[in-house]
């Protein structure tokens, strides 16, 4: 509980919900599970260049890495307009905003990793991709600076969805340490399931 909630000073530091900004869309907040929302554009990953909020969900073992949940966690990029994805832009996205997250979280704690390892991820268009929702699932090799202070490998799906009414785009993300056949997974698809723009 303690790692989770140095992560939500962090980012609640560097960018604030206002009234304003409330989503209007509708996304499942599983009991136990935690909670942050934060702005674009983010301090600690200018390069990620998009207007609109990020909003996250954390599964209850998220900072603990002797469970199952370690680094478990789902979130929707809310954005607008349209920006264009494809494996190489999600890929660079990821890149950068990891690489951000890391560097600002060693600098609160006032840490030097010598050499930090480069944050390198990889995506691939998912057969379960359609006209109506694009899919990929990849890797993120990244460095933990939250808990254990070691390079980590999460897998990723992204569920890419246009709200056209909204005049708004999704990017809904689902992070597991765990392979893909692991349990965790049913409860992260589960809350993209529940997803809805309207």
Not at 12 to 19: A, E, G, I
Not at 44 to 68: C, H, M, S, T
Not at 119 to 131: R, V
Not at 150 to 173: G, Q, S, W
Request: glycine share 4%.
């Amino acid at each position: 509980m303690k790692k989770l909630f140095i992560f939500a000073v962090i980012l609640f530091s560097v960018s604030l919900r206002t009234d304003a900004q409330k989503p209007v869309y509708i996304l499942a907040e599983p009991a136990g599970w935690n909670k942050e929302i934060m702005t674009f554009p983010i301090d600690f990953a200018p390069e990620v260049n998009y207007q609109g909020l990020e909003d996250i969900r954390f599964a209850p073992g998220w900072g603990n890495d002797k469970n199952d949940q370690f680094w478990c966690y789902t979130f929707v990029w809310w954005l607008d307009n349209s920006p264009v994805f494809d494996e190489n832009k999600l890929a660079t996205d990821m890149e950068e905003y990891f690489t951000g997250l890391a560097n600002s979280v060693l600098k609160s704690k006032n840490k030097t990793v010598e050499n930090l390892p480069k944050t390198l991820a990889t995506f691939k268009k998912d057969k379960s991709d359609n006209k109506n929702v694009k899919v990929y699932k990849g890797k993120i090799n990244m460095y933990d600076a939250f808990v254990t202070f070691k390079p980590i490998t999460l897998n990723i799906k992204t569920y890419i969805l246009v709200c056209k009414d909204k005049n708004k785009t999704a990017v809904f993300f689902e992070m597991s340490p765990q392979n893909f056949k692991h349990e965790i997974w049913k409860e992260l698809d589960k809350i993209y399931r529940d997803f809805n723009c309207k």
